[in-house]
């Protein structure tokens, strides 16, 4: 219980509950919505519904917000735990001192980005003004409530499973040793997973700006899966290519030591764009894909452009925070190549 007093622990719990409370109150009404709504009935329990649906945005907005934060939350408070517990180097050591740890982080990162997208499905729904999404947006909410509290649940029980006075192992006797072992054993290869992930990102932000030109259905929803296609792969990139050359060693693929003050928190600025990028197109497809009504399908065309255009600047800014250690490494290494 005494990792619960860790201010980081209880910011990240409180934040937790907060975010749980209004997604599964949001849920509710999402499957009050789906039970009971009838646009075509104008009696005074319908009129309620469309109120409740109306605030439940409000919910969902908030909601979201806090629960992407819990993300980052999450990353503080093991980078902060990471100095009290013997062996921890970083954040990675506190995550594996316990079960629950990468399965609460997965967790929070799933749930994070399908209430990104939800998110994206609210922005869209107020463009609408009508109440044409009414079905997927509760839907929606109905799904994201209790995932939002599965996860709130795994980080509860990582917490409190966590043991301070353990020896933890540093990401440099797992990660490290691995990569020297077979180069990328644990995550694939590096020149073929960065490869992808450039050619994925590219592909992504060419087709991005063709579809928000002419924001046609098929564009829209192949820009956005190519987005979400190029999530993995550009987290996988960042270990295997960016960190190496951010700490000038070769085995050195932590992804929590991009978090540390020696590389300037370059992982957080970097993760955020990757993940923004994801989101915007991911929102944009998912928009063009539950736009049935009249008013739904003429709303989607400034929707899209403005989604599609968000995404492709935070891919770039992805892209030039990602070159920066590459290129700082060159120049001060005279072009001598890293990896041998």
Not at 137 to 157: E, I, K, Q, T
Not at 270 to 299: D, K
Request: hydrophobic letters at 60%.
């Amino acid at each position: 219980m005494r990792n619960l007093l860790e201010p980081w622990v209880a910011l990240r719990l409180v934040a937790g509950l907060v975010s749980t409370w209004l997604l599964l109150r949001a849920s509710y009404t999402g499957l009050l919505v789906l039970k009971h709504f009838r646009l075509a009935r104008a009696t005074e329990g319908q009129l309620l519904l469309e109120r409740r649906l109306d605030l439940s945005a409000t919910f969902v907005r908030v909601g979201v917000a806090v629960q992407i934060g819990c993300v980052a939350f999450t990353a503080l408070a093991a980078e902060r735990l990471s100095h009290g517990i013997r062996g921890a180097m970083c954040g990675y050591g506190v995550f594996q001192a316990s079960p629950w740890g990468f399965r609460s982080l997965m967790a929070d990162v799933g749930v994070a980005l399908v209430a990104g997208l939800l998110a994206q499905l609210v922005a869209f729904d107020a463009k609408v003004r009508t109440f044409d999404l009414a079905r997927p947006l509760a839907a929606a909410m109905l799904v994201l409530g209790p995932l939002s509290l599965a996860s709130f649940a795994l980080s509860c029980l990582f917490f409190l499973d966590l043991d301070l006075t353990v020896v933890a192992s540093c990401c440099s006797v797992t990660l490290d040793a691995g990569a020297g072992v077979v180069e990328g054993a644990a995550f694939g290869p590096r020149v073929p997973t960065t490869i992808a992930a450039i050619v994925a990102i590219v592909a992504a932000m060419l087709v991005g700006a063709l579809a928000a030109r002419r924001p046609e259905r098929p564009r829209v929803v192949l820009a956005g899966a190519l987005s979400l296609a190029a999530f993995p792969f550009a987290v996988a990139a960042v270990m295997l290519e960016v960190a190496p050359h951010a700490f000038e060693v070769p085995q050195h693929v932590c992804p929590f030591c991009l978090l540390k003050p020696d590389v300037l928190g370059l992982g957080y600025p970097l993760f955020g764009a990757v993940f923004l990028a994801t989101l915007w197109g991911g929102g944009a497809a998912l928009g063009s894909l539950v736009s049935s009504g009249e008013t739904a399908r003429e709303a989607l065309a400034p929707f899209a452009r403005a989604a599609l255009r968000r995404s492709r600047i935070a891919w770039a800014v992805a892209l030039g925070l990602a070159v920066a250690p590459v290129l700082r490494y060159a120049v001060v290494s005279g072009f001598t190549p890293l990896f041998p």
